[in-house]
């Protein structure tokens, strides 16, 4: 009858065995090629590298910093245009938030999916009615032309569309219009 220390023995004999360490050697080679499979995927998908590769191969140097600046320039340009718009027309009544989460913004049970994640340019809250968003507002830049960008504005209005809030899409190009933002306002904000 076979001992303790022999299955101990044995155990240990398949592990050390040359075959063992081949197989070891071909997982570690199988899920490295994976790996590599999907960070070209994921940065084709979103224009940059994952975490863990950032972090696996950034050992020397930070992998976060702030940005030089929290808008493109034509967020900028628009959002100081409906700061304008909205003070001339309702004075203290709505606020503007920049760059709103999803998920801050919808309740829903997908709150953990990844679109839930991303964020629109421009949310406007009502102050009178408990801060509730009134109208949200997207500047779309070439980003918007890929064919997952397009893919994601389109579920993105879907939400928007279901929940009764309206999203407004400009161009870059309308950003710095001040006529726009007028256009926009009394459409949705001015009864």
Not at 80 to 91: A, H, W
């Amino acid at each position: 009858m076979p001992t303790f220390n022999d299955s101990i023995s044995n155990t240990l004999g398949i592990i050390l065995s040359p075959s063992y360490f081949k197989i070891i050697f071909w997982l570690i080679i199988l899920w490295t090629i994976a790996r590599i499979i999907y960070e070209v995927k994921y940065t084709i998908r979103y224009g940059h590298s994952s975490w863990f590769f950032e972090r696996l191969f950034s050992f020397w140097k930070p992998v976060f910093n702030v940005r030089e600046s929290f808008f493109t320039t034509s967020e900028k340009q628009f959002y100081r245009n409906l700061k304008e718009v909205l003070y001339k027309l309702f004075q203290n009544r709505y606020e503007v938030y920049p760059k709103t989460r999803l998920n801050d913004v919808f309740n829903t049970k997908y709150s953990k999916d990844w679109f839930m994640q991303s964020h629109t340019d421009f949310l406007i809250v009502d102050k009178e009615q408990e801060f509730k968003p009134v109208l949200a507002i997207e500047v779309d830049g070439d980003s918007h032309n890929n064919r997952w960008q397009k893919k994601s504005d389109k579920f993105k209005d879907k939400v928007f569309n279901e929940a009764k809030l309206p999203l407004v899409r400009i161009k870059n190009e309308q950003s710095g219009d001040i006529k726009v933002a007028y256009a926009i306002i009394y459409k949705y904000l001015k009864n």
